[in-house]
């Protein structure tokens, strides 16, 4: 089974809705990471959490790292077209690597 | 500095045959990986380097895979005997040692017919 689980799987919105993408352990996270990648290209960072409670924000996008440290979201405010894409959590779970979910496919159609 | 480069974005190759793959990492990045990414996945890591040295590989290295670094900047990472299920993309990331983030390259995607 997957360490992370990511949900939904896929979701498709209207332009200007808002959305949150979850992403869920079995183990307790010690740095979770949201990447963005455009279908066939590399992921583009977006934000990393660390502490419990944890929330940051960037621009429409804010991530939240809940206080025990097994959940994190993903916030979309008045979502664009520029939104759209594939949405990875990754766990950094020490010796140098990640293990991310499955991912989140996003649509957004004006 | 330009970010992680990867090298070449597509190859396409007949089964059987041996592909070579390039990353050039940041340049003050200690730490080099290499993930595999199928349609649909998430990247499963393949194996990381401090410096030169190859610290872990994961079981989905099989005997056909090899990467170095061999000056501790840029890494290969070559394929032997190519099967239809390397069909994926092949992503180089690189960070401090003290892991204060990853970041990726455009990948390499590989196609084998």
């Known amino acids: 089974s997957q360490e992370l689980e990511q949900s939904p799987q896929s979701l498709i919105v209207q332009e200007g809705k808002n959305l949150t993408i979850n992403c869920t352990s079995s183990?307790?996270?010690?740095?979770l990471y949201w990447y963005k990648q455009k279908y066939g290209e590399g992921l583009i960072f977006l934000m990393m959490l660390q502490k419990g409670g944890e929330e940051k924000s960037h621009e429409k996008i804010t991530a939240k790292l809940d206080e025990k440290k097994q959940q994190s979201s993903l916030h979309i405010t008045a979502s664009q077209p520029s939104h759209a894409g594939i949405y990875l959590c990754?766990?950094?779970?020490?010796?140098?690597?990640?293990?991310f979910g499955q991912g989140t496919i996003l649509t957004v159609h004006p | 500095d330009t970010g992680v480069s990867q090298d070449p974005r597509h190859k396409i190759t007949k089964r059987g045959q041996n592909v070579t793959f390039r990353c050039d990492p940041i340049?003050?990045?200690?730490?080099l990986y290499w993930y595999r990414q199928t349609l649909g996945q998430g990247p499963e890591f393949l194996t990381y380097?401090?410096?030169?040295?190859?610290?872990?590989k994961s079981r989905l290295l099989s005997d056909r895979f090899s990467a170095e670094r061999p000056k501790g900047s840029f890494s290969t990472l070559e394929i032997q005997r190519t099967e239809q299920g390397d069909s994926a993309m092949y992503l180089c990331?690189?960070?401090?040692?003290?892991?204060?983030?990853?970041?990726f390259g455009s990948g390499t995607r590989l196609t084998v017919v």
């Open positions: 990754g766990a950094d779970r020490g010796g140098g690597k990640l293990t």
């Open positions: 340049s003050e990045h200690n730490r």
């Open positions: 183990k307790t996270l010690y740095g």
């Open positions: 380097f401090q410096n030169e040295a190859q610290l872990e």
């Open positions: 990331a690189s960070s401090l040692v003290s892991g204060s983030g990853y970041t």
